[in-house]
C-alpha cells in the first residue's frame, strides 16, 4: 500500500511516517519503479503499535525500545515491565505537578474577587515570583549562568 494508505490504516499521519521511517523505528519502506514508498501490513501493524505507544505517553526513544523488544521473541518479558513501570513513576510525578499547580492556581483563583476593582492576587503572586532586578543592576540575578539564557 502506498503511504497514505498506510496512514489511514495506522491511524499515523503521512509526516509521521516519514519521520519514523527516519529516524529507524520503523523499516525503510520498499520503493516502486517510480519511487513512491510502498509499505506492508507488517509495516502497518508497527505504525499502529508506535500508534498506540504514543497514545499512552512513550517517548520515541522508549518506542524503540519497545519495538525492538516486540521483535525479539526471545525477549524476557521483565524488561518490557521495567520500561512499562519506569514510565508509570514519570507519570506519577508528572502528575503530582500538576495537580500542584492546579491546586495553586485554584486557591489563587477563588482569593481573587473577580470584580471591576484592579485588586488581583493571581497577578499578585506572578509579581512576586518574578525575579527582581538588582539595585543599579540590569541583569536579572540569573543572567551570566552557563544555560539560563537558553530556550528550554
Known sequence: MNIGQAAKASGVNA???RYYESIGLIPEA?????GYRV???????ILRFVRRARTLGFSIERI????GLWRDKDRA????KRIALDHVAELE????EMRAM???????ADACQGNHRPDCPILRDLENSAPRLARGNSRLPFEGVAGANQAP
Open 102 to 108: 492546579s491546586d495553586t492556581l485554584q486557591e489563587l
Open 39 to 45: 509499505y506492508t501490513p507488517h509495516e502497518v501493524n
Open 93 to 96: 510525578v508528572k502528575i503530582a
Open 15 to 17: 509526516k509521521l511516517i
Open 77 to 80: 518479558s521483565a524488561e518490557v
Open 30 to 34: 520498499g520503493r516502486t519503479a517510480s
Open 64 to 67: 524503540q525500545q519497545l519495538v
